[in-house]
């Protein structure tokens, strides 16, 4: 069986979740996960958000949305029919996709740990840093927590936006709290994105606290403490910046058991299987 991933190469150095399931494939030992460029009549497919053109499989077609609360126009109902299953990387999904939601799958996003890793080479210069992005409307409610917080006194570095994995894994080592506030949209208040279990693998993690937390297999106040509101997240905030190391390594410790790239891949694996 030859599991072919359909996703579009970013331009800039970030990888995209091709990329690292590609990267988890090396590492385990398999050979047959390979990218997508042309194949005719491929017989199992995963097609990856970004795809620019749906693939569909003789045996088996799977998709991977990642970012729901978007609603992108590019996410076609016409797609998720012929799919066998759709994995999310959330629950929430859009009301217009509803009816396909017997086919959906909970796939959380993850952490390489080649790349996400706590580096204690690094001096940990600020209270909590942002390697992404906050002036969308989507993050006003990320940009509007991080003003919050550098009003009540925490020290703050922006760290600019798309940088390959390995950058990116050492920029955040230069947080003593991994700070998270997800976007929020017309969909949902807020979502786990691919950056809570990055974080994780370095910790300790303060985020926003959404439903999915709770699938995640990990406990608030033992490996990441999650806030409800402004004050939650500043008391959040001075508690770990004091007592968070307990929680920094629980929260690495099960991350990189359970929540890498690797796991994915096997779980996707076991599904085609199925």
Not at 149 to 176: V, W
């Amino acid at each position: 069986m030859k599991l072919y991933l359909n996703c579009q190469t970013n331009e800039g150095p970030a990888y995209t979740k091709k990329d690292y399931l590609l990267h988890a494939a090396v590492k385990l030992g398999i050979k047959d996960v390979v990218n997508y460029v042309d194949e005719k009549d491929p017989e199992y497919v995963l097609n990856i958000e970004p795809y620019s053109t749906f693939v569909k499989g003789s045996k088996w077609t799977g998709i991977w949305e990642i970012d729901l609360l978007m609603d992108r126009v590019e996410m076609k109902e016409e797609n998720w029919e012929q799919a066998d299953v759709i994995f999310t990387a959330i629950s929430t999904i859009p009301e217009r996709m509803e009816k396909f939601r017997d086919k959906t799958h909970l796939l959380f996003q993850a952490c390489e740990p080649d790349f996400h890793k706590y580096d204690s080479t690094i001096d940990r210069k600020y209270d909590f840093v942002l390697a992404g992005t906050q002036t969308l409307f989507i993050y006003k409610e990320r940009e509007k927590a991080i003003q919050t917080l550098i009003k009540a006194g925490f020290s703050f570095a922006d760290l600019g936006k798309n940088h390959a994995p390995k950058e990116y894994g050492k920029l955040l080592n230069k947080a003593r709290v991994q700070f998270i506030r997800s976007m929020k949209t017309n969909i949902a208040d807020g979502e786990i994105a691919q950056r809570f279990f990055e974080c994780l693998a370095i910790g300790p993690v303060l985020t926003n606290w959404v439903p999915d937390l709770d699938k995640t297999g990990l406990i608030n106040g033992v490996d990441y403490r999650a806030y409800h509101s402004e004050e939650e997240m500043v008391q959040g905030m001075k508690y770990l910046l004091t007592s968070g190391e307990r929680i920094a390594r629980s929260g690495r410790k099960k991350v990189l058991t359970m929540h890498t790239y690797e796991n994915r891949l096997q779980e996707i694996l076991q599904w085609i299987k199925k």
